[in-house]
C-alpha cells in the first residue's frame, strides 16, 4: 500500500558553530534557575534579578510618560539552569533552518514531492506573509528593499503564534513546515513559558510581561550600549538564553525594569561566511492589557507611583494589543538607517499618550 511521505519528516540537524574569538564582551549577570525550588532559591534569586534589572548594565535608555520623563539602565541578563534540554534547542533551530532555506532543502527531498516546481519553496514561504505596514506580525517577513538602492536587506523572519490555553490563536494561518511540526513547536513554547518564563514572574513582586528570550547560537552579532556610547557583545553562554526587557515593561513600572539599546552587528571575520540563525521567544502583554502603570507594592516603596497613576482607568488605557501593532507598523515604515546619539537630536515615537525614544533617524 502506498505511504504518503511529508517533505518536511526528514530535517536536517542543525548543529552551532564555532564561537568566534574574545571581543569586548558586555559584563551581563547569570540567574541559575535551577536554585528556583531550593531552600531559600527564591530568595536569592529573586535579590539577583532585582540586581541585573536595576544595577546590573548600562544606563542608556528613557522614557516619557505625562507625568514626566525618567532616565532608565539596561534590563539585559542571562539565564542557566533552567532544564530545557539542548536537543530541544537545536531541534527547534533545525526547525527554523529548514524554513528558511526551502528552496535547498527542497532540491534535496525532491524524491519525495509529486511533481515539484521550482516556484514551490518560494511560493511556500509567501503563502502567509505578514503585513508589517498595518503592524500584522505573524507570519514571514521577507527582506524589504533598502530605501530607493533596489538592494534587499539580509534578513528574513518566521514568527509563529503563542499556542495558549485557550487557543487565542488557534485560526491563524501557518506554513506547511510548521504544522507538521506543531506538536513539538507548541511543546517546546509551553515548557519554555512554565520553565523560564514564568518562575522570572515569580521572582518579582512585579510584572514582567515584555522580555524577549534569545538561545546562543554562537554567531557574534548583538551588541548593547554603554553609558558612554559603547558598544559591548553579548557573549553566547552555554545552555544559557539572554532576556532583556522591552518598552512596554518600562510602561508598567514606571521605569523600574528597563529596556536597552541595542543592535545587531555583521559576523566577525571568522565567521563571516556563516548565516546568523536566531531562535527567540517574546512575551508580550494580552492583547485587552491596558498599558499602564501596575499597582505593585515594589513601585510604592520605590515611590514611583503618583497619585494619577494609581487613579489611572483601565477602560480608556491604551491596549496591548493596539501599541504591539503600532509599534511594529512605525519600525517597518522607517526608511533610514541611521542612529541618532546623546550629542544629536533624537526623535520620539508617540502613541496616545504613551512616548519612547526613537533612535532611528
Known amino acids: 500500500m502506498p505511504v504518503v511521505i511529508s517533505p518536511y519528516d526528514n530535517i536536517p540537524p542543525w548543529t552551532r558553530p564555532a564561537e568566534t574569538k574574545a571581543l569586548d564582551w558586555a559584563p551581563l549577570k547569570e540567574i541559575d534557575l535551577s536554585l528556583f525550588d531550593s531552600p531559600g532559591g ?88 505578514c503585513n508589517f505596514a498595518v503592524g500584522e506580525y505573524f507570519g514571514y517577513r521577507e527582506p524589504k528593499p533598502i530605501g530607493s538602492t533596489g538592494v534587499k536587506e539580509n534578513h528574513e523572519m518566521l514568527n509563529i503564534p503563542k499556542y495558549t490555553a485557550n487557543e487565542d490563536y ?3 494561518p501557518k506554513h506547511d513546515i510548521v504544522l507538521a511540526h506543531e506538536a513539538e513547536i507548541a511543546a ?76 545587531v552587528v555583521g559576523p566577525q571575520p571568522d565567521q563571516a561566511h556563516l548565516h546568523r540563525l536566531g531562535l527567540l521567544y517574546f512575551v508580550r502583554p494580552g492583547d485587552d492589557t491596558p498599558i499602564i502603570p501596575v499597582p505593585s507594592p515594589v513601585l510604592e516603596r520605590a515611590g514611583l507611583l503618583t497619585s494619577v497613576d494609581k487613579k489611572a482607568d483601565p477602560k480608556t488605557a491604551v491596549r496591548g494589543y493596539d501599541w504591539t501593532r503600532a509599534r511594529v507598523e512605525n519600525a517597518h515604515n522607517r526608511t533610514s538607517s541611521t542612529v541618532a546619539f546623546e550629542n544629536q537630536t533624537e526623535k520620539t515615537f508617540k502613541f496616545k499618550g504613551l512616548e519612547v525614544v526613537d533612535r532611528w533617524q
Open 42 to 129: 527564591k530568595e536569592k534569586l529573586a535579590a539577583e534579578l532585582h540586581d541585573a534589572v536595576k544595577n546590573g548594565s548600562y544606563s542608556s535608555n528613557a522614557i516619557f510618560l505625562p507625568s514626566g520623563v525618567i532616565s532608565l539602565t539596561v534590563g539585559f541578563w542571562v539565564v542557566t539552569g533552567h532544564g530545557i534540554p539542548d536537543e530541544e534547542v537545536l531541534r527547534q533551530f533545525s526547525i527554523g533552518n529548514a524554513f528558511f532555506n526551502l528552496v535547498r532543502f527542497f532540491s534535496t527531498i525532491s524524491h519525495y514531492i509529486l511533481n515539484p516546481t521550482p516556484s514551490q519553496p518560494v511560493e511556500e514561504k509567501q503563502k502567509h506573509s
Open 170 to 172: 488557534k485560526g491563524v
Open 188 to 263: 517546546f513554547q509551553r515548557k519554555l513559558f512554565d520553565k523560564v518564563a514564568r518562575k522570572l514572574f515569580i521572582l518579582r513582586a512585579i510584572i514582567l510581561e515584555s522580555l524577549t528570550l534569545l538561545f546562543s547560537q554562537n554567531v557574534a552579532g548583538l551588541q548593547i550600549r554603554t553609558p558612554q556610547g559603547d558598544w559591548k557583545f553579548v557573549k553566547p553562554v552555554e545552555g544559557g538564553i539572554t532576556v532583556n526587557s522591552a518598552d512596554v515593561l518600562q510602561f508598567l513600572t514606571k521605569g523600574y525594569v528597563k529596556s536597552t539599546i541595542h543592535r
